[in-house]
């Protein structure tokens, strides 16, 4: 794996309060955190292609907080800078910069809108809010439906996304420390827009449900060639495995059970693979993967049945994977039978219900 390593509260009434736009408040310095050297477990490699995002209108989109409730950052957009940082719960440089983010929003909340979201990969809503009262974060906390993640190009976590007055990206890093912290003070410093906010619109999400047909989806495989997942009729039942590569080996240090769920859905999924009566085929999740990590992968476990990288994260959204491992079955229609999201034990059970070939 690369070094770029993996790394609730209820919306505080009048937190979202328009403040005066002939002013900005004035500015308390803050220091995050201290810069990490590349050996330690909390440093992430920054990711230069990230600085893309500065300039560019926000992104218009509705985030669920884990409390039920939505939160429409456009709305947001025009009144107050916005602060978003993506995480995941497994990731321990989110860990790491857990503290800073509590310091951010204990000093800066009342003039900035600070939402920590959860980036939605191998994460669910339950495993958020554990974390969410484990870390005591006190600012909302949402759940990314891929989309956010999507826009900003996001392959790694975390990532700090900081929004003017003006609707415009100030900041977009994975690392806190002193250029977060400028950005903050640029941020709160910044003034609206004299001709309004222009935001960036994203496409709605479209998430399969049992019985719609699966679309064309690209992936690569270890050699980089494209490969597009199974869709279309088929005269065999086709299965998709869904897991990461580095499931067991990093998740292991801070979510153990869930490492080993991963270990039992691959060593399952194998077994299982020699079953011809189905089309098999693995995919990876894109974060902190490339082809090149794929195979190494391939080369380490050598699994049974061929594997592809989620070049985007788009199989993952489309089949509404949260968790890891999962399997969707596909019957021979090309369409959507079944999804088992984070439950290996119920694989065996799916594939052997399938009907015998005519």
């Not at 500065?54 to 039920?68: E, N, R, S, Y």
């Not at 870390?135 to 956010?148: H, Q």
């Not at 086709?238 to 080993?260: G, I, L, M, N």
């Amino acid at each position: 794996m690369r070094k770029a390593l993996l790394p609730i509260a209820i919306l505080v009434a009048g937190s979202f309060a328009t403040v005066p736009l002939s002013a900005a408040p004035a500015v308390t310095a803050i220091t995050t955190a201290r810069p990490l050297p590349p050996s330690d477990p909390g440093y992430i490699e920054e990711d230069p292609l990230l600085a893309k995002l500065v300039g560019k209108p926000a992104p218009a989109l509705t985030l669920k907080a884990i409390d039920g409730t939505s939160i429409n950052l456009k709305d947001l957009y025009g009144k107050r800078p916005v602060y978003l940082k993506l995480w995941a719960t497994y990731c321990i440089p989110c860990r790491v910069q857990m503290p800073g983010l509590r310091k951010i929003f204990a000093t800066y909340g009342k003039d900035m809108t600070v939402i920590a979201v959860n980036a939605g990969v191998g994460d669910d809503v339950g495993k958020v809010k554990q974390f969410a009262k484990d870390f005591d974060l006190r600012m909302p906390v949402t759940i990314d439906d891929g989309r956010l993640g999507e826009w900003i190009g996001m392959n790694a976590t975390p990532v700090h996304l900081l929004i003017g007055r003006d609707g415009r990206v100030i900041f977009a890093g994975h690392q806190d420390g002193p250029k977060l912290d400028a950005a903050l003070a640029q941020a709160l410093a910044s003034k609206s827009s004299t001709t309004g906010v222009a935001t960036t619109t994203l496409a709605d999400l479209v998430t399969l449900k049992p019985g719609d047909a699966i679309p064309a989806i690209t992936a690569q495989s270890s050699d980089g060639k494209d490969v597009v997942l199974p869709n279309g009729p088929s005269p065999r039942p086709r299965a998709v495995y869904f897991s990461a590569t580095w499931c067991e080996s990093y998740v292991k240090d801070v979510q153990p059970s869930e490492a080993a769920k991963c270990k039992v859905g691959r060593v399952e999924v194998d077994k299982l693979a020699s079953d011809h009566r189905v089309e098999w085929l693995g995919v990876m999740s894109h974060l902190w993967t490339t082809p090149k990590e794929l195979a190494r992968y391939e080369t380490k476990m050598k699994p049974r049945l061929p594997v592809v990288v989620d070049t985007n994260g788009a199989a993952f959204r489309v089949f509404g994977v949260k968790r890891f491992p999962a399997l969707a079955i596909i019957d021979t229609r090309g369409r959507l039978a079944k999804l088992i999201d984070g439950r290996p034990d119920q694989f065996a059970a799916a594939i052997s219900s399938l009907p015998a070939a005519k």
